[in-house]
């Protein structure tokens, strides 16, 4: 079993749309849960950290972190055609993990 | 001002020669890290050191040797380069207690011939 793992795509919405990116992990004692975006020929940027059970916003951006089940998620609200890249989940802190991403396309 | 600088940017070498990629912060993070992403885009953890001393050390062949001259510098020489070797290598740093996660280099793209 892969410590994450994410859908690798690629998911496709019209502009406009929420996009819903998903991933699970294997380390029940995980705390710290992040989420990164990466264009193309680029570096991950982080775009959200989430630590605790619910939901965190951040503009268009919604983690939603649930232990229980091992689940993280990533909703883009009113996605754009910017937002077309890799998205990256990642988990830990001093030894951070990463899923394989789920590559977005945004479609105008 | 760059956060995290890595250079060089691309490297295109022969299978058995040796190389090095280096590494700068300015952020003042006391912990950096190089990743490798592979052609499929899976980003793992090569190794991590915090204020010098090396703290990480995946299973990575030892080839592959990291150096860090002090908490703003690290860099990673690789010996005997082979073709599986290519792939795009990220140094990274963070800062211990401030969990913020990490910040990325802008990567080198090593390809081996």
């Known amino acids: 079993q892969k410590e994450v793992e994410q859908n690798s795509g690629p998911l496709s919405v019209p502009e406009g749309a929420i996009a819903s990116l998903n991933c699970t992990y294997s380390d029940r004692g995980s705390q710290s849960f992040f989420w990164y975006r990466q264009y193309s020929g680029k570096s991950p940027e982080l775009i959200m950290f989430?630590?605790?059970?619910g939901d965190k916003e951040d503009g268009r951006f919604t983690a939603q972190l649930n232990k229980a089940s091992q689940y993280v998620s990533l909703l883009i609200r009113d996605s754009q055609p910017s937002d077309s890249a890799t998205y990256l989940c990642a988990v830990g802190a001093s030894r951070m993990r990463f899923g394989a991403g789920t590559r977005l396309t945004v479609k105008p | 001002d760059t956060a995290v600088s890595q250079t060089p940017k691309y490297l295109v070498t022969q299978m058995g020669n040796d190389k090095s990629i280096k590494c700068e912060q300015n952020l003042g993070h006391d912990t950096m890290y190089w990743y490798k992403q592979d052609s499929k885009k899976f980003l793992k953890i090569m190794f991590s050191y915090n204020n010098k001393e090396l703290i990480i050390n995946e299973t990575v062949p030892n080839r592959f040797s990291p150096k860090s001259p002090d908490k703003a510098h690290l860099n990673l020489h690789i010996n005997s380069l082979e073709l599986g070797d290519s792939a795009v290598y990220f140094c990274?740093?963070?800062?211990?207690?401030?969990?913020?996660?990490?910040?990325f280099g802008s990567g080198t793209r090593l390809t081996v011939v």
């Open positions: 989430i630590y605790s059970n």
């Open positions: 990274a740093s963070s800062q211990v207690g401030k969990n913020y996660g990490y910040t």
